[in-house]
């Protein structure tokens, strides 16, 4: 056997080379999430990335503390671990914010030790490790405090509104200015930790001032944004620490959360600018409006939708946020069962903002045991209405709206639809005449071809499941 | 600029367009899984958080500091990747029976 020259390896190499793992099993993890098959063995790959990166860090050399370091991770593992199973999927937003916060605010806590580490006296930094120091503390800090106010808002502890104050944009600029102003003092030399913990306390009122503005619909948009920015964040403290494993894997999710926010915006047919700026939710429809589109809309009866869809060849189901609030999963599961014994064809028209996160609407489904071949993306579907018998609209409303399609008054124009209005009969299930979530009205309710079946989603649905069944 | 900064750029940009091409070809079925994903890979900041938890002789608010964002680091990496799993497992595909495939009309 030749002796390989193992010796020339120092320790700090080999962490290094464990890193390397790290990095090829994280790409390999989202390479396989390219494939609902094969995407849980990903996850599992990425997790053992992971624990070579945790387990090569305790070898870094001069590393002390390690017991209550170990201690601190024995404590905090079965917590993040039970907050994870516990969690509804319907929560699954909420969820996902919360971590994104509780990331990049370690960032921000670590890039604060290093500076005090390594910044006893001014002018002792170099620019790139300056730079990245207040950048992380300031990206991972608005990321901390924006996310535990989406969480807030998710989670319904304070309202979904759109909260405002007069000159709210200029104070936000105002605080972006003496951050910056503050951030500059740090780079040009001025290295003084309170400059830093400053940078942070107002990085932290910004990222609150930030959300509060954004209306609940919008929170995908937001969501997808802030793990960009933890993303970024992270790859920052590798600047900061020197560690490349911490610049590709903070980079790999803040290209993902960067692209994930511009799909979610270009869903709601509005730049990324106007989400964050525009505070959609105050929009007011104009009464003439509404009562312009107000004609006759018809009721309907679910023995009649039944007969409808039980002799129907092709079904398409919309699914709505309205259908997870109502709790309407698993019935509709069943509904499209009963639908196959007599040979229907059914599928599932998912909107890419159907849901309060991107992909929600998908998650939840297959909660409720829904087979991911028969849920279609919105350009999959849209060509195949023009040959559905019925559309079944279940507590979904902006998404199906044509006036996105066809009225360039309407706040919604340009915002890409599922053509629901191409199918040859339309059934709209809804508790109520209300407009929807934006607030505008929908024409496709008083479309000659749609009838309103009116009533809770859940109850509506179990009644069409015995109608079905007796049909 | 240093040359050890001049190659950590160059990884970042790598990073990014790395990540754009891979993350381009999840499908939308899976971006739920996908955020939670990257949620828990961002929880690599803990080996950040270890070794400035790891600098010997730190002041006691500091000592704080470090091991709470070791604390928010760790419930990030282990419930990132938890949940991730759960949502994943929920995703099958159709059980192909004899009848299903027969009727099938494509």
């Given at each position: ?137 300031l990206?991972?800090s608005i990321?901390?405090m924006g ?25 936000n600029?105002?605080l972006i200015?003496v951050i ?22 107002l990085s932290l009122a910004f990222g609150a001032l930030f ?261 | ?106």
């Amino acid at each position: 056997m030749i002796a390989l020259p193992l010796a020339s390896i120092s320790r700090t190499d080999w962490i290094s080379l464990a890193y390397i793992v790290t990095i090829v099993c994280f790409i390999l993890a989202l390479r396989f999430l390219s494939d609902p098959a094969h995407a849980r063995k990903g996850n599992w790959i990425g997790a053992f990335g992971m624990a070579v990166a945790i387990v090569a860090t305790f070898f870094q050399p001069g590393l002390k503390n390690i017991a209550s370091i170990i201690i601190v991770m024995a404590i905090a593992a079965p917590i993040g671990a039970y907050a994870a199973r516990a969690v509804k999927m319907t929560a699954m937003p909420q969820m996902v914010a919360l971590f994104n916060g509780v990331g990049g605010g370690a960032a921000a806590l670590i890039s604060l030790a290093d500076f005090h580490e390594r910044a006893p006296a001014p002018d002792r930094l170099a620019l790139s490790t300056s730079i990245a120091v207040v950048l992380s503390a300031l990206i991972g800090s608005i990321s901390f405090m924006g996310s535990l106010v989406a969480f807030a808002k998710l989670q319904e502890l304070i309202g979904g509104r759109p909260i405002q104050y007069p000159g709210q944009q200029y104070g936000n600029l105002g605080l972006i200015a003496v951050i910056a102003g503050l951030g500059i003092a740090i780079v040009a030399g001025y290295e003084h930790l309170w400059v830093l913990v400053v940078i942070i306390v107002l990085s932290l009122a910004f990222g609150a001032l930030f959300v509060l503005p954004i209306g609940g619909a919008d929170m995908p948009v937001v969501i997808a944004l802030l793990n960009a920015f933890t993303g970024v964040a992270t790859a920052l403290t590798g600047f900061v620490l020197h560690q490349n494993v911490l610049i590709v894997s903070g980079m790999l999710v803040g290209a993902s959360g960067t692209l994930l926010t511009l799909m979610m915006a270009r869903a709601m047919g509005r730049s990324v600018a106007n989400v964050l700026f525009g505070a959609f939710g105050t929009l007011q429809v104009t009464a003439a409006e509404v009562e312009a589109a107000g004609g006759a809309v018809r009721p309907t009866t679910p023995e009649d939708v039944a007969v409808m869809l039980a002799y129907g060849q092709r079904v398409v189901i919309v699914p709505g946020y309205g259908l997870a609030v109502a709790q309407a999963q698993h019935a509709v599961r069943e509904l499209a069962t009963e639908l196959e014994k007599r040979g229907v064809d059914v599928k599932y028209a998912i909107h890419p903002v159907a849901g309060r996160m991107p992909g929600h609407m998908n998650v939840l489904l297959a909660e409720a045991n829904v087979p991911y071949d028969q849920l279609k993306e919105m350009d999959e579907i849209n060509p195949a209405f023009d040959q559905t018998d019925v559309a079944l609209v279940i507590g979904a409303n902006d998404v199906t709206n044509p006036a996105a399609r066809s009225d360039t008054s309407s706040p919604i124009y340009g915002m890409p639809i599922l053509n629901v209005d191409h199918a040859h009969n339309v059934v709209v299930l809804k508790r109520s005449m209300n407009p929807g979530f934006a607030g505008i009205d929908n024409p496709l309710f008083v479309d000659p071809k749609t009838v309103m079946l009116f009533g809770d989603a859940k109850a509506s649905v179990e009644k069409l499941v015995s109608a079905v069944k007796s049909v | 600029m240093s040359v050890s900064f001049l190659i950590e750029l160059t990884v970042l940009i790598l990073a990014a367009f790395l990540g754009v091409e891979v993350i381009s070809k999840v499908p939308t079925l899976l971006h739920t899984p996908l955020m939670s994903g990257t949620n828990a890979i961002h929880g690599i900041v803990i080996v950040g958080a270890i070794i400035v938890a790891g600098i010997h002789g730190q002041p006691v608010w500091l000592r704080i500091v470090t091991l709470t964002a070791v604390a928010l680091a760790t419930g990030n990496v282990v419930g990132g990747f938890v949940v991730t799993d759960r949502m994943l497992e929920m995703f099958k595909r159709r059980k192909p029976t004899p009848t299903d495939e027969a009727e099938k009309p494509e």
